[in-house]
């Protein structure tokens, strides 16, 4: 069973710093692309990074271009995001994310259950 | 970028009805397309991709047609374990977008 468990979310003062981790399972890790989706409360889904099986490429949205950076372990299975200078508009449940890929068009078949993310002073 | 939209961006519908929501991608997307359902506090799930494939395990009421930047996602029947937020995406690529929702609930 693919299991993906997110960790690391909490409460960041403004301009503050916070890693997630991503827990995976039930799958060939070193296989897949792995991404990084998040929803601001009431709010929609955002789509944020995406890193390569292999670590050799990553991707970052605009608005957390610089700031933001992917990374992976493959020896542990596990997905990271490192966020720096946050925003309160950072404030959302980032998600985990793996699917199967055609070169670059990979949708999603399996979320974690989200880490909770909180900017505020 | 590639920008989606989504229309409407709310409906009400009785159980038993026929649901259609729509979906636009800014330009041609070929099929890569994904829909998901988003149930009140639960985790987005697939429903479809390749604009009409079925998941697996999703039941057979859903259903998605469309190419290029026009795409329907319909809900035969409409039940009430159906309530939930609807997203379309388009995977040709990152940035990968989604699109703003569609919130279905029952009259």
């Known amino acids: 069973e693919v299991q993906l468990v997110e960790s690391g979310g909490g409460l960041v003062q403004p301009g503050g710093s916070l890693r997630l981790s991503c827990s995976a399972s039930g799958f060939t890790f070193s296989s897949y692309t792995m991404h990084w989706v998040r929803q601001a409360p009431g709010k929609g889904l955002e789509y944020i990074s995406a890193?390569?099986?292999?670590?050799?490429?990553?991707y970052h949205v605009d608005s957390v271009k610089g700031r933001f950076t992917i990374s992976r372990d493959n020896s542990k299975s596990t997905l990271y995001l490192q966020m720096s200078s946050l925003r309160p508009e950072d404030t959302a449940v980032y998600y985990c994310?793996?699917?199967?890929?055609?070169?670059?068009?990979?949708?999603?078949?399996?979320w974690g259950q989200g880490a909770l993310v909180t900017v505020s002073s | 970028d590639i920008q989606m939209t989504q229309s409407p961006s709310s409906l009400s519908a009785s159980v038993g009805d026929r649901v259609t929501i729509t979906c636009r991608a800014s330009q041609g997307i070929t099929n890569y397309l994904a829909w998901y359902q988003q149930k009140p506090g639960k985790v987005p799930n697939l429903l479809i991709y390749?604009?009409?494939t079925l998941q697996s395990g999703v039941p057979s009421r859903f259903s998605g047609s469309g190419s290029g930047t026009d795409f329907t996602l319909t809900i035969n029947s409409l039940q009430p374990e159906d309530v939930a937020t609807y997203y379309c995406q388009t995977y040709n690529g990152p940035p990968r977008a989604f699109g703003p929702g569609t919130k279905v609930d029952i009259k």
């Open positions: 890193i390569s099986s292999n670590g050799g490429s990553t």
């Open positions: 390749a604009a009409s």
């Open positions: 994310v793996k699917g199967p890929c055609s070169g670059d068009n990979c949708y999603f078949d399996y």
